[in-house]
């Protein structure tokens, strides 16, 4: 199976730039795609997918969440940082299956 | 609006059974690949199974192969989650979520989730 690493907690200050990692146990890419896609999940509720193939922004999503990326090493930023953003994000590969998530890294508030 | 409303969950004794149901609405369920998700009280999420469009083909981990059966009614716009042998490690909410595209292996819609707890 596909692990996926991702630190557990960040805590930036509104306003500013959050950088969430997520590193793969094996290359997630193939020769078209990169296979990586980025959830939010806010206490209580059920998760949003954000991102898809690493920097693709999911519909309705704001233009301050983008993702970048490949092989084994992938990045969700948030820029500017707002209130609203307080909650859990995981990352997902689609490379093979069983598909797997990261175990979460939980965004605070500094 | 795309919305999918699972029900079934509850308190079972391990060993015992429990089925699961999602209904989709707001799409056209028969075009999409089908999954469930589940999340352990304070843990992430783990990929429990997915359905093909018709039913043909379905797929599992190996933490609930031969024990979990997923299966869908496309004249319902329903998927269902029949759970045997349940064991204390199942204790989870349990996520239906639609695959973006067939054979495209991320979920861009979830339900709320339905709650599931194996106790005696």
């Known amino acids: 199976d596909i692990v996926l690493t991702q630190s557990p907690a960040l805590a930036v200050s509104l306003g500013q730039r959050a950088t969430i990692s997520c590193r793969a146990s094996?290359?997630?890419?193939?020769?078209?795609?990169?296979?990586m896609h980025w959830y939010q999940q806010k206490p209580g509720e059920q998760p949003k997918l954000l991102i898809y193939?690493?920097?693709n922004l999911a519909s309705g999503i704001p233009v301050r969440f983008s993702g970048s990326g490949s092989g084994t090493d992938f990045t969700l930023t948030i820029n500017p940082v707002q209130a609203d953003d307080i909650a859990t994000y995981y990352c997902q590969q689609s490379r093979e299956l069983p598909l797997t998530f990261g175990s979460g890294t939980k965004l605070e508030i500094k | 609006e795309v919305q999918l409303v699972e029900s079934g969950g509850g308190l079972v004794q391990p060993g015992r059974s429990l089925k699961l149901s999602c209904a989709a609405s707001g799409f056209t369920f028969s075009n999409y690949y089908m999954a469930w998700v589940r999340q352990a009280p304070k843990k992430g999420l783990e990929w429990v199974a997915t359905i093909s469009t018709s039913g043909s083909r379905t797929y599992y981990p190996d933490s609930v192969k031969g024990r979990f059966t997923i299966s869908r009614d496309n004249a319902k716009s329903s998927l269902y989650l029949q759970m045997n042998s349940l064991k204390s490690e199942d204790t989870a909410t349990y996520y239906c979520?639609?695959?973006?595209?067939?054979?495209?292996?991320?979920?861009?819609?979830w339900g709320q989730g339905a709650s599931v707890t194996v106790s005696s």
């Open positions: 094996q290359s997630v890419s193939t020769s078209s795609y990169n296979l």
């Open positions: 979520a639609r695959h973006k595209l067939p054979g495209y292996n991320l979920m861009d819609a």
């Open positions: 193939d690493a920097s």
